[in-house]
């Protein structure tokens, strides 16, 4: 599985411990590259389009709270951004929402937290079922 990450000045350290951790895996980094103020929803938007050329089946998203850049990843078609904030969430964005993109606040987790939660997002299996029912709906959303 190929994993995109990308962060906001705000979720900018955060975004450097996680590809630390994750060294022995190849992680796709659409930036930022600093501390320096950018604007999250650019970096949402290299996310959406990295999934929708498939350059990547997984995209990990910060910002300082992890709701900026949830709300705009969300605006586009085929993305399930789930904002994490703990390992239970991890696993039911996964057996319940099919999640393609997971969110992390930087200034608000805890490194090590953020780290349980991929870990247990990626050991967790989609349920399908009455799940896809529902996720079918939202993709169906025309307002
Ligand atoms: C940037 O200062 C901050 O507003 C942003 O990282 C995020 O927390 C927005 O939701």
């Known amino acids: ?14 975004k450097e411990a996680i590809k630390q951790h994750y060294q022995e895996c190849d992680i796709l980094d659409l930036g930022t590259d600093s501390t320096d103020s950018v604007d999250y929803p650019d ?9 929708f050329t498939k350059k990547a089946d997984l995209g990990i998203l ?8 949830s ?3 969300n605006r586009y078609k085929g993305i399930r951004a789930a904002l994490i904030y703990s390992t239970e969430v991890a696993k039911l964005a996964k057996q319940h929402n099919n999640a393609n993109v997971l969110v992390f606040g930087g200034r608000t987790m805890a490194v090590d937290d953020v780290i349980n939660s991929i870990d247990t997002f990626m050991q967790s299996e989609y349920e399908g079922g009455r799940h896809q029912r529902r996720l079918d709906k939202i993709e169906d959303t025309e307002l």
């Open 62 to 69: 910060i910002c300082g709270t992890g709701v900026g850049i």
């Open 1 to 14: 599985m190929k994993i995109a990450i990308a962060s906001d000045h705000g979720g900018y350290e955060m």
């Open 71 to 73: 709300i705009a990843a």
């Open 43 to 51: 970096f949402a938007k290299k996310m959406a389009l990295t999934l």
